[in-house]
């Protein structure tokens, strides 16, 4: 499955004069527009974004400097069905590794069976020991999950990764439709397209069904590290959209193992946190002594069940790219039943027989850090030049553990407006998958192109883009 730049799945076109049915009205209707149009639109999207504030950090640049994630114009449209196959694939992959970290903070039924070894787990950096007999409601560990998906042929999508922590870009989703409806509202007009406009009534819905036993009508609050954290704009943004309140961790305080919140009418009881500070800052007293940004106290009032955090404490021990090799076996273990989404084929470099074979095919071969995130710290051999590729090799021999590796994925392409006009570029997708009483997700997700020509890379951190999802109701 190496990458080949005549070796691909393109969504929009079967060949150079057939055009895919799902695609046949939007080009019909691009073939309308005068010369110079969608350029004209996607300046003025690049305006409405920088007027909205809607940026990204940029780490390791000096300044630590703020971007606009370009956001492209052309849609990419699924059909239902596809929508139909996948939405399945997702909900059962999801279900399974809630059950996961329910089992391995309880029974560790799993690694009793010998499916995952025990070193794999309580020897996993990202394994919280404190939170091992917590109960939490509805056993749910990661209520908003974004699963990284990419499509290599028709019918062929991998799970590139799982995202459990504190998984970013739904705010983007949804600006992207926001800002497609208003500058093609004709378009919106002749398509049947599926809204995703209702996924902060949804996040709000499953928060609220994730609040302690008996607390019927909690308090929500959405925590931050700061305006300073490069997705602040999307925790601002999805706590105006919930009508809750945004608060950093100096706003709370614990008395009696209880959370309250600082207001102008004095302290007020709050039962859900969905947090999007990292496990080791979010309480002091248990682990980094030298957080400021979290509340001493917080992680006693929530192993008590006085408050939920969203997500769960102890969820990247699920989302580790080494744990990632075991999702199909806990698809059939927890759930008994067939994945319905495969795995990336991927090598441990923990195993000596993976590792020989890696260190002799690395101009090949995708290598990733196991905890690494953001397309920081990978190489992509088939770009990387022979001593950055030496380079790489040496890191892994210092720690071969801490890597894995997988072919070099042939991305599906979808047409994209670039400096020569419209050009098809690889692209994957981000659905977010949200876990309360059941589990659900918008039809769609954010898609991320890569807007250099052959490139693989679609991160925004790494100069990718962003487009609208559509899926097209039955």
Request: proline share 5%.
């Amino acid at each position: 499955m190496n990458m080949n730049t005549k070796n691909y799945f393109d969504e929009m076109r079967i060949d150079n004069k057939t055009i895919r049915d799902i695609y046949q009205r939007y080009q019909h209707w691009q073939n309308q527009l005068p010369i110079g149009a969608l350029e004209r639109k996607s300046a003025e999207a690049e305006l409405l974004f920088r007027r909205l504030g809607i940026t990204f950090a940029v780490y390791g640049e000096s300044t630590g400097s703020e971007r606009l994630i370009p956001f492209d114009v052309v849609p990419r449209i699924f059909s239902a069905s596809e929508w139909n196959r996948l939405e399945r694939g997702i909900k059962q992959r999801v279900k399974a590794l809630n059950a996961f970290l329910h089992d391995i903070y309880h029974e560790r039924e799993i690694i009793k069976a010998g499916i995952i070894g025990k070193e794999q787990v309580l020897g996993n950096v990202l394994y919280c020991q404190k939170m091992q007999g917590v109960d939490l409601p509805n056993q749910v560990y990661a209520h908003i999950a974004g699963i990284d998906l990419v499509r290599v042929a028709e019918d062929d999508f991998y799970v590139l990764e799982d995202n459990l922590r504190t998984p970013s870009g739904v705010s983007y989703m949804l600006e992207n439709r926001k800002t497609m409806m208003r500058l093609f509202p004709e378009l919106f007009a002749s398509h049947a397209i599926e809204p995703v406009e209702h996924y902060p009534q949804m996040l709000f819905d499953t928060l609220r069904e994730s609040a302690p036993a008996g607390v019927s009508d909690p308090v929500i609050v959405v925590m931050t590290p700061g305006s300073y954290n490069s997705a602040y704009f999307e925790h601002a943004f999805l706590a105006s959209q919930m009508g809750v309140e945004l608060v950093e961790g100096q706003d709370l305080f614990v008395h009696d193992k209880k959370v309250y919140m600082h207001t102008t009418e004095g302290a007020q009881q709050v039962h859900v946190i969905y947090r999007r500070v990292d496990d080791d800052f979010l309480d002091p007293l248990v682990f980094r002594p030298d957080s400021t940004l979290g509340v001493p106290g917080l992680i006693d009032a929530y192993c008590h069940g006085n408050v939920s955090l969203a997500n769960g404490v102890g969820t990247g021990v699920a989302d580790d790219k080494s744990t990632y090799l075991f999702v199909p076996d806990m698809i059939k273990f927890y759930l008994g039943e067939e994945p319905l989404l495969s795995n990336v084929p991927t090598w441990r470099l923990s195993l000596r027989d993976d590792l020989k074979y890696v260190l002799e095919h690395l101009p090949e071969l995708v290598v990733k850090e196991v905890q690494g995130s953001g397309g920081y710290g990978m190489l992509v051999g088939p770009t990387s030049s022979k001593k950055e590729i030496e380079a790489y090799k040496q890191r892994i021999l210092s720690d071969p553990a801490n890597f894995i590796a997988q072919p070099t994925l042939a991305l599906s392409t979808c047409p994209t407006l670039v400096e020569t006009g419209v050009a098809p570029r690889h692209v994957d997708l981000r659905p977010f998958v949200l876990s309360g009483k059941e589990v659900r997700l918008v039809p769609g997700g954010l898609t991320r192109v890569a807007l250099s020509e052959g490139s693989l890379i679609v991160n925004s951190s790494q100069g990718g883009g962003t487009k609208d999802t559509w899926v097209l109701e039955n």
